[in-house]
T-cell receptor, first 110, second 115 residues
């Protein structure tokens, strides 16, 4: 099956710093989503981005489907950005079986 | 628009007991997923429904886990008998369809502790 690898596994930032999270996948995809899991365990949708670039406030994401990777950019980080960021993909031609990476654990300190 | 609803939020049971979780997806969403998330790991797909039919249950431990989606709307996931290693968060998600927008949305999850 498809492999989803996220890097780095852990990230510690000072408030105000910028960061880039990466998601590599091993097959063609028709769905790619970025989620933020908050300390209460809720998965919050950040981006639905099977290809292209999107921006939402301080967050932006780019997926280069032909090269099988996606990047999530966080600018001017805040303590509320702390948590785990997951990338999830589904393989083209399937039933949208959504497969998750292991996540990037982000801690933003004041 | 109401989100994905799950209940209960928390459950503590003894090993060998049975437990059931309930999920009501976003109205009109054809696809429903159940995931298991063990502490420190990413969510793992247990079962996926398209309307009321199962399209993937390859990672569902069928000797103890079962799931149904009656009338293609809400769904229940059951564990019987529970083992200690079933302690996890059980997440339900739904998405509109398998073509067009495939964006999935998650409920708040049920945290299960087996003692």
């Amino acid at each position: 099956g498809i492999q989803v690898e996220q890097s780095p596994p852990d990230l510690i930032l000072q408030e105000g710093a910028n960061s880039t999270l990466r998601c590599n996948f091993s097959d063609s995809v028709n769905n790619l989503q970025w989620f933020h899991q908050n300390p209460w365990g809720q998965l919050i949708n950040l981006f639905y981005i099977p290809s292209g670039t999107k921006q939402n406030g301080r967050l932006s994401a780019t997926t280069v489907a032909t090269e099988r990777y996606s990047l999530l950019y966080i600018s001017s980080s805040q303590t509320t950005d702390s948590g785990v960021y997951f990338c999830a993909v589904s393989v083209s031609g399937g039933y949208n079986k959504l497969i998750f990476g292991a996540g990037t654990r982000l801690a933003v300190h004041p | 628009e109401a989100g994905v609803a799950q209940s209960p939020r928390y459950k503590i049971i003894e090993k060998r007991q049975s437990v059931a979780f309930w999920c009501n997806p976003i109205s009109g969403h054809a696809t429903l997923y159940w995931y298991q998330q063990i502490l420190g790991q990413g969510p793992k797909l247990l079962i996926q429904f398209q309307n009321n039919g199962v399209v993937d249950d390859s990672q569902l431990p069928k000797d103890r886990f079962s799931a149904e989606r009656l009338k293609g709307v809400d769904s229940t996931l059951k564990i019987q008998p529970a083992k200690l290693e079933d302690s996890a968060v059980y997440l339900c998600a739904s998405s509109p369809r398998i073509t067009g927008s495939r964006e999935a949305f998650f409920g708040q999850g049920t945290r299960l502790t087996v003692v």
